[in-house]
């Protein structure tokens, strides 16, 4: 009785064809065939007798394979190109299946027609991120494979169209993925994909360096490992929706202040002394960069709009000017009645809450070219009331 590997015919099709390659491992082959018509190519992948010993050594069962296997072909009227994704590999067990889910093949608009060149094989003009050998069974890198397997939801898609269309739709079992819309997934996959990996080396290389290092190195200093779930996951996210940025250089720092807030009780609890040494240290730290800030800003001589802002931006720096913990309630509060004309309503900069007591504080700012204090308080009076804004009587 004949084997698989005798009963493949060429021209399976009754075109004209072309040899367009044999891989070295297991002598396999590719075939080109032209249909009589002239109107489409097949490319068929055949089967050697090395190739099926290795693939039933592996465990593949042939018996519901036809061969030869069709795995792309081009459509000359429309220049399509369509490929059909099957791992290739004969001593793996997945020899000759399908590559994907729902989706069995995928095509490409306007392609030029396939061709076999002696000295340079055979290789497809795919976007990047697909496979362009035959041997390699077409579909996508490993690793963006999602993109693929993320239409196995589609109820009744069997197809993927790579197209120049603005926005993916549906065309009967066949899903049109614009090709600008592909890329940019690729390379948010990727970039998911990169951070990950970063995040877990950078694990690792802790993990080793505390458990391998402190008995060696005088006065080792731990790092952190075991980074929580929730890390990890902004690291994703981030990677995944900044679209092309890489990740700011305070990441690692951020992630620090999350996990000293989602442990803060614990540590209270465990070292009450050390949460008490950060927070003199953090308050030590934000008052010197205060410092240096409002120096610097004015040394410009800023106008009070600009100072509101800046206090709105940094409420901390209120809260330092009260001997006691205060809230910024709000600001531009309403503290004066209108007269019957809708004339004469005050304003204040700040509305502060003392924290525990819930008495409320007026907060009024001014640059250092307002003056506060008047010779004739009758007259300072009458400036006030005329521009509450600018003055106050002390």
Not at 82 to 96: D, I
Not at 197 to 226: C, H, I, T, W
């Amino acid at each position: 009785m004949p084997e698989i590997w005798e009963l493949q015919d060429k021209p399976a099709y009754g075109g004209t064809i072309v040899d367009a390659g044999v891989h070295p491992e297991d002598g396999s082959s590719l075939v080109i065939e032209l249909t009589p018509d002239e109107g489409t190519q097949y490319l068929s992948f055949y089967l050697s007798e090395k190739a099926f010993r290795r693939a039933k050594a592996s465990g593949v069962n042939f018996a519901d394979d036809h061969w030869p296997l069709l795995i792309a072909e081009y459509d000359f009227p429309t220049r399509l190109l369509t490929t059909y994704p099957m791992w290739l590999r004969s001593n793996h067990s997945n020899f000759a299946k399908t590559k994907y889910g729902a989706i069995k093949r995928i095509s490409f608009e306007d392609q030029p027609p396939m061709d076999f060149q002696v000295g340079f094989g055979m290789f497809l003009d795919l976007p990047t991120g697909f496979h362009r050998g035959p041997f390699e069974g077409f579909g996508v890198d490993p690793r963006i494979r999602y993109i693929i397997s993320a239409f196995d939801e589609v109820e009744g898609a069997a197809g993927l169209t790579i197209c120049s269309d603005d926005k993916i739709s549906i065309d009967g079992q066949e899903i049109r993925l614009p090709e600008h819309i592909y890329h940019d997934v690729r390379l948010d996959i990727n970039r998911a994909h990169d951070a990950v990996v970063r995040f877990a080396n950078g694990e690792k290389v802790s993990y080793l360096r505390n458990r391998l290092l402190p008995s060696v190195v005088q006065d080792f200093e731990p790092d952190d490992f075991e980074r929580p779930a929730l890390d990890l996951q902004d690291t994703v996210r981030s990677a995944l929706v900044k679209k092309g940025t890489p990740r700011s250089r305070n990441s690692n720092t951020a992630a620090a202040v999350r996990t000293v807030i989602r442990e803060v009780d614990k540590i209270a609890k465990d070292d009450p002394v050390q949460l008490f040494e950060l927070s003199e240290k953090i308050e030590l730290i934000s008052l010197q960069v205060l410092i240096e800030s409002m120096s610097k800003e004015l040394l410009n001589q800023r106008k009070e709009r600009f100072w509101q802002d800046y206090f709105v931006k940094n409420p901390f720096v209120l809260k330092m000017l009260f001997g006691l913990p205060v809230i910024m309630y709000t600001d531009q509060a309403s503290v004066g009645g209108m007269g019957l004309k809708r004339s004469g309503e005050k304003y204040a900069d700040y509305l502060v809450e003392a924290g525990m007591l819930g008495n409320l504080g007026i907060v009024e700012i001014k640059t250092t070219e307002t003056p506060l204090l008047a010779k004739d308080p009758l007259t300072a009076r009458r400036h006030f009331l005329a521009h509450p804004r600018t003055c106050r009587v002390e």
